[in-house]
């Protein structure tokens, strides 16, 4: 299973970015997709997570800011972050979970400016 994420960047504060996760080597369409983040010495938190039959579900920290989203024939879920703020500033991770094991792309930087 290989989960690639990209969209990081730096942003100012109240912009918006995009993340994307493409994942390759599993059925993708039956697998709930989350996105991580982890900022300097803090836990890695779980922000959002879309299943596989579309429900979603968010950390009070970005509701109503962030939406979580899949296409399926793309084998690609997105993050779409809105109103950022520089608290959001992290490295956030996809993930999933397959036969019991936890996989993880590489992670892409986020840094809001204020």
């Known amino acids: 299973v290989q989960l690639q994420a990209s969209g990081g960047g730096l942003v100012q504060s109240g912009g918006s970015l995009r993340l994307s996760c493409v994942v390759s080597r599993i059925m993708f369409s039956h697998y709930d997709i989350d996105w991580y983040r982890q900022a300097p010495g803090r836990q890695r938190e779980l922000v959002a997570t879309i299943t596989s039959s579309f429900e979603t579900k968010y950390a009070d920290s970005v509701l109503g800011r962030f939406q979580i989203s899949r296409e399926n024939y793309q084998d690609t879920a997105y993050l779409q972050m809105s109103l950022l703020k520089p608290e959001d500033t992290a490295d956030y991770y996809c993930?999933?979970?397959?036969?019991?094991?936890?996989?993880w792309g590489q992670g892409t930087l986020v840094t809001v400016s204020s």
């Open positions: 993930h999933t979970i397959h036969r019991g094991q936890h996989f």
